[in-house]
């Protein structure tokens, strides 16, 4: 008989260092139907019953430092963090006699599969948002209450069938088109009215690894959305706006923080 609860699941998840966990019935996908089939969690293991998604953190003062070694090391912590994560919460669910596998948080070959067809196997992003943990934002990113779109993803399949999280009804997303704008790649187009921009992902991809910018996130970096901008105090929208101009100032926010934390005492 299986003995593990989905609270044990959760609290054994944030053990592990995950800041937010939600699940996912896999009959969401297909009472839903917004991505092909072919990117259903059926697809890739007809087993699964339920997908278990995990969040950590892009720490904002350490994302406002863009484009800098900090960023860079942050950002691999956390992907370290998240397939650590994943995969020791699948042992655990394997050793409770729920059969479980891993998705690891960059679902993709390798860089130069993703440049010719950029597009992942499964979108962490969408069961994300199936989980109850945010909503799709006009960049296409998860925007969460907590961190905005500051954080990353990965996943658990599991055969066991545990009670979905709620989904979030309102949009966290204000459509204020700042990620549009801070784009250096202008990657992001559309229409008032049309749910999410049309995204060139292309560009995107070429960016991330070739461009001057490596592993760029100036969308992430801007939303005015989280939590997270008022624990830190970070720069406000009107000084990425004044800034924009000239994009190698825009590492002021992660000063202008610290200077205003120093000045609290
Ligand atoms: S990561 Fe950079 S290039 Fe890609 S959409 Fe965001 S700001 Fe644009
Ligand atoms: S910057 Fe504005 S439009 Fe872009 S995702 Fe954030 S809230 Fe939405």
Not at 19 to 28: D, M
Not at 183 to 210: I, L
Request: glycine share 10%; net charge neutral; with cysteine.
């Amino acid at each position: 008989m299986i003995m593990i609860g989905k609270e044990d699941i959760a609290e054994y998840a944030k053990s592990l260092g995950a800041s937010l966990v939600g699940f996912a019935p896999v009959s969401r996908w297909g009472e839903r139907l917004d991505l092909p089939r072919d990117f259903h969690p059926g697809s890739i293991w007809p087993s699964v019953m339920t997908v278990i998604c995990v969040s950590m953190p892009s720490l904002l003062p350490i994302v406002e430092t863009k484009v800098s070694n900090l960023y860079r090391a942050q950002y691999d912590i956390i992907n370290r963090g998240l397939d650590e994560t994943t995969y020791l919460l699948a042992l655990y669910l394997n050793n409770s006699g729920c059969a479980s596998i891993p998705i690891c948080r960059d679902g993709y070959g390798e860089q130069k599969m993703l440049r010719k067809n950029p597009i992942a196997a499964f979108s962490h992003v969408w069961a994300a948002y199936y989980a109850g943990l945010g909503t799709i934002g006009w960049n296409h990113t998860l925007i969460t209450r907590k961190f905005g779109p500051r954080h990353r993803l990965a996943s658990v399949f599991t055969v066991l069938e545990i009670e979905g999280d709620p989904m979030i009804k309102e949009e966290l997303c204000i459509r204020c088109g700042i990620c549009e704008k801070s784009c250096p790649e202008g990657v992001y187009s559309g229409t008032p009215g049309v749910k999410n921009s049309y995204m060139n992902k292309t560009a995107c991809a070429g960016q991330t690894f070739d461009g001057p910018y490596n592993h760029c996130g100036f969308c992430i970096k801007t939303c005015p959305v989280g939590d997270d901008r008022k624990l830190y105090l970070g720069a406000s929208n009107e000084e990425y706006s004044k800034a924009h101009a000239d994009i190698s100032q825009w590492n002021m926010g992660v000063f202008a923080t610290l200077g205003s934390m120093e000045a609290k005492g």
